[in-house]
């Protein structure tokens, strides 16, 4: 077992990193004065693992597409009970969420901290999947997914992702389809949950009113270790260009909505870095003081809905603009202006440092609430990053990083609009 | 912690919370008045104030001065509470101490906010032209865009029946017609009767003690004629004679139905755990039996107005399902009538509160919520205080106030395709 202190360069916030026995990665911070503790249990395994091998496997394996979604609704069931009844019996909220490439499952409680961590480290490693439990949960799945596809901003963005990635599961629904999830078993299920619930692919992450002693005391009670059996995950080549530049749909909605896209390269090694330049190039494109924006506004092209961001992840990186828009051609066309113009004429000093301080005035209120601070723990880790290192690495950009990534990046060939137009 | 409130005006309170553990601060500023046909131009008025002022001439002005004190906020809604309208300025920034460069931001935003307050962009023919006009865009572009969402547009619906005939029944922004009929002027002469009439409560968070805040403001307001009434928010929503059923159908693949109840009963105690057994936790009645047991929903759950004694349930389901779900809600409901709580059910809705209320003071926004909802209710307690007043609810007092809840109306958004 191995313990370090992280710190913030900038700040002087800190956390501690342990590596435990088992495989598990802990992250843990201690935050005097505040009353709730907030707790993530998570693995690096989201909608887009969809083929992957163990070191003694053969073959891959691939599964129906949802299926991480699904698991996650069923490790709620244990076999006497369901999770929300053992929290329900001391207080805490808890919930689980899956997304493109993680599942947690997490609470919040102001009392009983101890219980409640005793809770979530027993329930999410003691899968229990029956082909009734299973039956029953592709109803409540079916509805959710139906929700979802009512929802025009979900719609938007996944009609965005299909033009513009060939072949990256990024482009598949996280809960999967109503046919999808009707070839999902409990032999599937224990098949992922062997596979990904794996301590070494794990991450523990908890903030609030807690002692680091007492928590590593009950990961090293209930933690069982696990073996490394050398997860691979893999993904199909995804060419360097997007499947069609245009996607429209036409929906029962109250204002028109776009995207407007464009597909990056990804990079891996540098993740953190691109993703704080790409970040600041997109708050400098959609500042509400500049030209482009006020002209738009002014002529009622766009509202103050209009903004960006970074969607980025394993093999797939993303600049995303958007808003409610009648005329979204137009917002597309200003854009392309507006980059040419930047390419051509350079970054303005006084904005970048202005959107600079913006930036590090947000990261720094953030590590207030006890929410966000776990939340960032663990998802910079499974980014393969440290909780302050976006703190750190914002304050060090400069605006040539910025005019660089605008200049390579944002191609006008490498664009989807996707728009969701009011019937 | 510390916490005070004082008078600063007629009728203008002024709550101060000091937390050290903060990095930011947090204002609030609320301006209440009766709903009625001005709402609408109180609406875009709040909204021109928040967008500009006498020396941020633009938007963009402002929201370049808001980017300079590193990403501060300043923003307006408007909101309903009992039969009145609660108009709201709510501004946030980073603590001076954390500034890189030395700035005084406190001082800094204190003047936005009263300049943007005191001293609007306008003339005597009203708010700036083009200000206005994008303030007000931004309204009815909200109330559009909530047909984006389903859910959300199923409730505002339910409201518009559950309320027929009340002031408050198209919700903090009046109308979409009144809206429109806005002018500068209108909107303008609206402003200046706020801040003589509205009632004000102004609620302040900050990690350091520091006078200067409320100073200002009471300086501010001392120089303004005030003749402005209290008011009270409860203000109970009669029940129909007949329950109401309205149905419109849709392009959606999801029907989705809200139902709408009215209590006559003044525990308001005992219906707010009644509401959490019923439908407010994933252990409630309605979870555990329209989702898990019946797996007709994703979602199925309640909330409660008590300064309309109402209380609204909805789930999203599929439309041949609608009837199966409605009288599964209906048998929940009538088992608290009959007393059919369990001991774990109470208690976890203890527990779930208790959660709830000692959470308070770990965010800027439970303050502020907690002394917000002090002064709605005129009452002015701990949250330990209130806490023990839901605990000595019992079963039977749950059962009685349920025995009090009737339907009012429903509305169902139905997908057209299922027909």
């Keep these: 077992m191995s313990r370090e202190i992280i710190t913030s360069k900038r700040t002087g916030d800190s956390c501690v990193h342990v ?16 009353s709730t503790v907030y707790a993530l249990f998570g693995t690096k395994y989201g909608s887009v693992n969809t083929t992957f091998k163990l070191a003694a496997d053969e073959n891959y394996t691939e599964v129906p597409n949802g299926i991480a979604h699904f698991l996650e609704h069923k490790l709620f069931e244990n076999e006497d009970c369901g999770v929300f009844e053992l929290f329900a019996a001391t ?39 029956t082909k009734e439990n299973v039956d029953k949960e592709q109803g409540i799945i079916g509805q959710e997914i139906c929700m979802t596809n009512d929802n025009p901003e979900w719609r938007v963005f996944f009609n965005m992702l299909k033009s513009m990635y060939h072949s990256h599961p990024i482009q598949i629904d996280i809960a999967g389809t109503q046919e999808s999830i009707a070839k999902i078993d409990a032999d599937l299920l224990y098949k992922c949950y062997d596979t990904f619930y794996n301590l070494n692919n794990m991450t523990l992450s908890i903030a609030g009113n807690i002692s680091e002693e007492e928590v590593l005391a009950i990961c090293n009670e209930l933690l069982r270790p696990c073996e490394d059996k050398g997860l691979e995950t893999v993904f199909p080549d995804e060419p360097d260009t997007i499947v069609q530049a245009e996607i429209t749909e036409k929906n029962d909605i109250g204002a028109s909505i776009f995207h407007l896209g464009f597909k990056c390269r990804p990079d891996s090694e540098n993740f953190l870095r691109k993703e704080m ?92 609430n006890v929410t966000t601070i776990a939340s960032a723990m663990i998802s910079s880790h499974m980014a393969g990053f440290k909780p302050f290192d976006v703190v750190d690495t914002v304050s060090e950009l400069t605006a040539e990083d910025v005019l660089q990534f605008i200049k390579s990046e944002l191609l006008s060939e490498k664009t989807v609009l996707s728009v969701i137009e009011k019937i | 912690m510390n916490y005070t409130r004082t008078e600063i005006g007629s009728n203008i309170g002024f709550t101060s919370v000091v937390d050290k553990k903060f990095n930011s601060c947090s204002l609030q500023l609320l301006m209440i008045v009766p709903m009625g046909e001005n709402a609408s131009d109180n609406s875009v008025a709040v909204n021109c104030i928040s967008d500009a002022n006498s020396k941020l001439n633009s938007i963009a002005a402002m929201n370049e001065r808001l980017s300079e004190l590193y990403g501060a906020g300043f923003s307006s809604s408007s909101t309903i509470r009992g039969d009145m309208q609660v108009l709201s300025l709510s501004a946030s920034w980073l603590c001076s101490r954390f500034a890189i460069d030395g700035e005084d931001i406190t001082a800094e935003m204190t003047e936005l906010i009263t300049d943007s307050l005191f001293s609007p962009f306008a003339d005597e023919n009203g708010f700036d032209e083009s200000v206005f006009r994008l303030s007000k865009k931004e309204i009815l572009d909200i109330i559009d865009s909530r047909f984006n969402n389903k859910r959300e547009y199923t409730i505002v619906k339910a409201r518009e029946i559950a309320f027929e005939g009340e002031p408050i029944r198209y919700g903090g922004y009046g109308p979409r017609e009144q809206v429109e009929a806005v002018t500068p002027k209108s909107a303008y002469e609206a402003y200046k009767k706020l801040l003589s009439t509205a009632q004000i409560e102004i609620c302040f968070v900050s990690p350091d003690a520091d006078n200067r805040v409320q100073e200002v403001f009471r300086e501010k307001f001392g120089a303004i004629e005030r003749n402005s009434a209290s008011h009270t928010f409860y203000s109970p929503s009669p029940i129909k004679p007949e329950p109401v059923l309205v149905q419109e159908e849709f392009d959606v693949r999801q029907a989705k139905m809200a139902m709408t109840f009215k209590f006559d009963t003044d525990d308001i105690d005992a219906v707010h755990l009644m509401c959490i057994i019923f439908g407010g936790s994933p252990v409630s009645k309605l979870f555990v039996n329209v989702r898990e047991k019946l797996s007709l929903c994703y979602y199925c759950a309640c909330s409660m107005s008590e300064y309309k004694k109402t209380i609204t349930a909805d789930c999203g389901v599929e439309r041949e399902n609608i009837e199966k779900a409605t009288a599964e809600i209906h048998n929940q409901l009538d088992e608290i009538r009959k007393g059919n709580i369990t001991d774990e059910e109470l208690q976890s809705a203890f527990l779930a509160l208790e959660n709830a209320y000692t959470s308070f003071g770990d965010t800027h926004s439970s303050y502020i919520s907690w002394y917000t909802d002090c002064f709605f209710r005129n009452e002015y307690t701990t949250p330990n205080e209130y806490l023990e007043r839901l605990f000595a609810v019992t079963k039977e007092r749950i059962a009685a106030a349920a025995v009090n809840v009737r339907l009012d109306s429903t509305y169902h958004m139905l997908n057209k395709e299922a027909e």
């Design chain 1, 277 to 368: 330049i790409a970040t600041l190039a997109v708050t400098y494109l959609t500042d509400a003081s500049t030209e482009m924006y006020n002209r738009l506004l002014s002529e009622e092209i766009i509202n103050n809905s209009f903004g960006g961001e970074v969607f980025a992840g394993e093999g797939y990186f993303s600049v995303i603009f958007s808003g409610e828009s009648e005329y979204p051609h137009k917002v597309r066309e200003a854009m392309f202006e507006e980059i040419q113009r930047i390419s051509a004429e350079g970054i303005d000093e006084k904005m970048f440092s202005r959107i600079k301080k913006a930036a590090y005035g947000d990261l720094v209120r953030q590590l207030c």
């Design chain 1, 19 to 34: 590596k435990h026995k088992s495989g598990l990665d802990i992250y843990i911070r201690e935050m005097p004065g505040f």
């Design chain 1, 91 to 129: 207080g805490a909220q808890c919930n689980a969420y899956t997304s493109f490439d993680k599942t947690c499952y997490l609470f919040s409680c102001t009392q009983n901290y101890t219980e409640n961590l005793r809770i979530l480290l027993d329930f999410v490693q003691k899968p229990y999947f």
